[in-house]
């Protein structure tokens, strides 16, 4: 079975600080990883998705994301945070042989200037 | 954003009603779901359809009735909808229903959905 933790509920940075939102998986079989941002009264926005070719992923917006699979992690980072970061940001696992998408229960970011 | 649409992107409806939510994808994918999204739970799925068939219903009240016509287009039927279906109303697309990033979802804006 596939899970995902996200460990933080709420996250605050300055503007110009860097971001760091965690999440930790758990799958029996290689994962698909993803991470998904909502600003209010929007829809998810895909960030950036894992694939095995390379464990640094670069998104969009300045976001990347490390796997590490000796740690089950998948943090999502941004060298310099933005105002319009603020928002809510889902870690989102999938199986290998499922076709259902497994989310975190959500990190929000908020940015102070 | 303006690869999946969702209309209206507001609804208030009274318990008696009969309503339709419409998506449309605009992507190519094979794929569309709809989600719902309620205010401090997680992201819950609905349904699945995959070139037109529904592939997972996830255990919904009969009281929403998906159709898919096309791999383009889906719709949620709502009626005699109950307060606690208040929340957001998302649709997504992917590729296909396949392993790996094909499985990457791609959601339209939502509909606020309020029963009173």
């Known amino acids: 079975a596939q899970s995902v933790t996200q460990l933080d509920s709420h996250v605050s940075v300055s503007e110009g600080t860097p971001v760091l939102l965690r999440c930790n998986y758990s799958s029996s079989y290689s994962p698909s990883l993803f991470w998904y941002v909502q600003h209010p009264n929007k829809g998810l926005q895909l960030l950036l998705k894992y694939t095995s070719a390379a464990t640094l992923v670069k998104g969009i917006n300045g976001f990347e994301a490390e796997f590490k699979k000796s740690e089950t992690s998948f943090h999502l980072t941004k060298p310099s945070a933005h105002m319009s970061d603020a928002a809510e940001y889902f870690c989102?696992?999938?199986?290998?042989?499922?076709?259902?998408?497994?989310f975190g229960t959500g990190t929000r970011l908020q940015v102070f200037p | 954003e303006t690869g999946v649409t969702q209309t209206p992107r507001h609804l208030v409806m009274g318990m008696t009603n009969k309503k339709s939510l419409k998506c449309e994808q605009h992507l190519g994918h094979n794929a569309m779901y709809w989600y719902k999204q309620s205010a401090k739970k997680p992201l819950e799925l609905m349904f699945v359809y995959n070139f037109k068939e529904q592939t997972e219903n996830n255990s919904v009240p009969s009281r929403f009735s998906p159709e898919c016509p096309n791999s383009s287009h889906l719709f949620l039927h709502l009626h005699t909808l109950q307060p606690e279906d208040s929340a957001l109303y998302l649709c997504a697309s992917s590729q296909d229903l396949g392993a790996g990033p094909s499985k990457a979802q791609y959601f339209g804006p939502g509909t606020r959905l309020l029963v009173l």
């Open positions: 989102v696992v999938s199986g290998y042989n499922t076709d259902k998408l497994i």
